[in-house]
């Protein structure tokens, strides 16, 4: 569960830094980046919660989509950034490139899992009705990402606010994964956040309460909850292991 729960957090960051590493800037392909990489990783880790065990292939995108990324950080190390806008192909640039191809394979990535979830004969309701907090947030993420009027490192805060809560979301599945429960989605500050979100864009309260304001307390209220999640968690279950976590044993002489 921790490993997975690391590997989340991983894809969020290294999700911002490819696509600081390609300067894609504030286009479509920032959030286009992210969401494809992260809606991957969930529906692979979804499979896992259904089919009680996890199949890599030959090629993974943990694992191999490191490595890309590390290549293409390297790369605009020594070119810098604007070697990714040469165009290569019929008007398509490298950032183009770049861009569609990590998106197509995490696409691809996910449309394998749910097709070994519905092999193990997984109801595709079931199925539907536990990504369907998942689906919800990310559309409040794009519905987010078009109509706010911040940008530059707004952007990253916003951007880890709505990665924090696909982190969360994953770590319940394995939570529930690994001590044999039902996976309940709907979380309570996930779905809280998703409503205020679009409330606020669609009513007169953007008028009254800036962005910037928003923006902050959906970060902190995101960062609070995971934290919250990850120590009741791990105390729990160094409880029932009989182990230490956060405290070290102290060394006693032998005499």
């Given at each position: 569960m921790f490993d997975h729960g690391a590997d989340s957090i991983n894809t969020v960051s290294l999700s911002i830094s490819l696509v600081c590493l390609v300067g894609v800037g504030q286009t479509w392909y920032f959030p286009l980046v992210l969401l494809g990489l992260i809606t991957g990783f969930f529906f692979a880790t979804l499979e896992e919660y259904y089919c009680q065990r996890l199949d890599l292939g030959v090629i993974n995108g943990v694992s191999d989509g490191c490595l890309m990324i590390y290549a293409i950080g390297i790369l605009s190390g020594i070119?810098?950034?604007?070697?990714w806008t040469m165009e290569v192909f019929n008007g398509w640039s490298l950032i183009d490139m770049v861009c569609f191809v990590f998106f197509i394979c995490s696409v691809l990535t996910a449309m394998g899992s749910v097709l070994n979830i519905m092999g193990s004969k997984a109801k595709l309701s079931d199925m539907f009705l536990r990504s369907s907090t998942f689906i919800a947030l990310n559309v409040t993420f794009l519905v987010h990402y078009k109509f706010t009027s911040l940008s530059n490192w707004y952007l990253r805060i916003l951007t880890i606010a709505y990665g924090l809560m696909n982190c969360e979301l994953i770590s319940h599945i394995m939570l529930a994964h690994i001590t044999s429960q039902v996976f309940n989605p709907f979380r309570p500050t996930i779905v809280a956040s998703c409503a205020v979100v679009c409330l606020y864009f669609f009513s007169p309260l953007k008028l009254q309460v800036p962005e910037a304001v928003l923006l902050w307390g959906l970060f902190l209220l995101c960062?609070?909850?995971y934290l919250e999640f990850i120590i009741s968690v791990?105390?729990?279950?160094?409880t029932i292991l009989g182990i230490r976590m956060f405290k070290v044993k102290k060394l006693t002489k032998c005499s």
């Open positions: 070119y810098g950034v604007e070697l960062l609070a909850s791990s105390n729990e279950l160094t």
